[in-house]
């Protein structure tokens, strides 16, 4: 009979500098040795928007292999997780608080990281994945799935729109703060109207220095993410595509997410153009530590 084998991890808040806001990750910096069907059980048992398993890598391409797994899947790439665990990497030791730029492995690819500030407090960036634009939707269909009126929605110049950095959200521009929070997804709607599988509906209002959000993913077990790291490069692209970037040269802003929930998180963006084109998003954040604790499998 197999021995009982004990995993130790760390809960910590991303996006936020405060203890129990901004958005809880579980961090496993010590994986090896778990299966597909064991980190999908243990996501599913703590029931956090993800949960991130830390690998060993060979060769020195990355510092480490990173796997995100939902309550209901493995995600291919996803921002908070990735803050989080460059946070919990360099707050262990397990990458030196002088080591700058590092590399995480994830489904989706190389992940660079830039940390600007080890502790006090912590603070990092990562480079989002290519960043495409799909498909357009009528907003009345979607105001009525969220409970909205069609004046809720910003205008018809603003479509709902499906943007992606690996994880495609269908984005809905509204008109203001007070309508975002009025929000409140119909469960059968992301079939009804969309036909296809996303990550999540990503509803926004711009505000004066960039979007305050909320987001979805019913079909990936989350009712709502207090904040949504993977969706705020595809954000920033939208922005500056339908010109709701909010200061004079274009390239900064910041998402205000999960006050609804009261898990306030502050996500920061940067958009890196190159030869007159948008090349990548830039998305950092902070975070912070507030549970240690163990798991034991049969």
Known sequence: MASPRTYRYSVVDVFTETPFEGNPLAVFLDAEGLSDVEMQTIARELNLSETSFVFPIDGDAA?????????????????????????????????????????????????????????????????????????????????????????????????????????????????????????????????????MSVSGVFVFAPVANGAYSRMFAPEFGIIEDPATGGATGPLGAYMAEYGLLPNADGTHFTSEQGVRMKRRSIIHGVLRVREGKLDTVEIGGSAVKVIDAEITLP
């Not at 990497?89 to 080890?118: C, H, K, T, Y």
């Not at 009126?149 to 910003?154: E, I, M």
């Not at 205008?155 to 943007?163: D, H, K, L, N, S």
């Open 63 to 195: 510092t480490a292999r990173l796997r995100i797994f939902t309550p209901g899947a493995e995600m291919p790439f996803a921002g908070h997780p990735t803050i989080g665990t460059a946070y919990a990497l360099v707050s262990s030791g397990r990458v030196p608080a002088d080591m700058p730029v590092f590399v995480l492995q994830e489904n989706i690819g190389p992940v660079p990281i830039r940390v600007e500030r080890a502790a006090n407090p912590f603070l990092a960036w990562l480079r989002t994945p290519p960043i495409s634009f799909g498909a357009k939707f009528a907003g009345a269909p979607w105001a009525r799935a969220l409970g909205l009126a069609q004046a809720d929605l910003l205008g018809e110049a603003y479509p709902v729109r499906i943007v992606s950095a690996g994880n495609p959200f269908l984005f809905v521009t509204l008109r203001d703060p007070a309508a975002v929070d009025r929000a409140a997804l119909e469960a059968t709607a992301l079939q009804r109207e969309l036909g």
